[in-house]
Each structure stands twice: as structure tokens, then as C-alpha cells.
């Protein structure tokens, strides 16, 4: 099978395959090359594949879609994370979150500045 990750600016992964697990809105479910084709809605969580050296790698996805359709399995999704363990996974999903957290505040901060100063030359438009 061929795995294809799309995020929106760019193919996150693209290789052969030998199995792929994910999580649905249904729970956890696992795709193999015979199965038949489908479409899901996927939530956050793991994806995990075995690639053709039979090796499991992890991906933290955000929500988004998947779909089977022969021998290709398409997932499009917001945000995704490849680390080479578990552990390394989670640390790296913590500091991302983080940057995203820090970039929110600053997108907050600047939008109240340029509220606060458009009801400020509105009123004193007013006088």
C-alpha cells in the first residue's frame, strides 16, 4: 500500500507501506492491503505504519480525513508529527504545542491592540 499525508502546505509522508493504524471517530481500527476501500473521519491521536522494512513509526495527527482507495491510503490533516519513539513523540508534541500557545497569545495581543485603537480613533472621529 502507499501511505500519502497531506497537510496543507505540504506532503508530509509518502512511502510503501505494509499496514496502517489510526483513530476514528468509532475508535481504533487497522488497514491492510486487501481491505476494502473506505473514507473516515479521523480524531487526534497516533497513526502508526509498518513500512516495507516491517519497522512500526508513529505520527501524531491532528483531526482530518482518511481515505482507502485501492492500494493507496490518503490522510489529510491540519498538523502532524513524526518522532522516532513514543517518548520523543510526546516531548515534541509538548513543545509544539507550546509554540502554538505562545504564537495564540501573540495573535490575541495584536488583535486587541488594533480593537482598542480603532474604537479610540472612531471616538475621536466622533468629536
Given at each position: 500500500m502507499r501511505l500519502k499525508i497531506l497537510l496543507p502546505s505540504r506532503i508530509f509522508i509518502d512511502q510503501e507501506v505494509l499496514k496502517v493504524t489510526?483513530?476514528?471517530v468509532n475508535g481504533s481500527f487497522c488497514l491492510l492491503p486487501k481491505h476494502i476501500d473506505m473514507v473516515t473521519v479521523l480524531v487526534p491521536g497516533l497513526l502508526s505504519?509498518?513500512?516495507?522494512?516491517?519497522r512500526e513509526e508513529f505520527i501524531a495527527v491532528d483531526e482530518g480525513i482518511l481515505v482507502k482507495c485501492g492500494q493507496e491510503v490518503f490522510v489529510s490533516t491540519?498538523?502532524?508529527v513524526q518522532g522516532p519513539?513514543?517518548?520523543?513523540?510526546r516531548k515534541t508534541i509538548q513543545e509544539q504545542f507550546q509554540r502554538l500557545d505562545e504564537g495564540e497569545k501573540k495573535a490575541r495581543s495584536?488583535?486587541?491592540k488594533l480593537e482598542a485603537d480603532?474604537?479610540?480613533q472612531f471616538?475621536?472621529?466622533?468629536?
Open positions: 489510526a483513530d476514528a505504519f509498518h513500512g516495507k522494512s516491517g491540519r498538523q502532524a519513539n513514543l517518548g520523543d513523540l495584536a488583535l486587541a480603532f474604537i479610540r471616538l475621536n472621529w466622533g468629536k
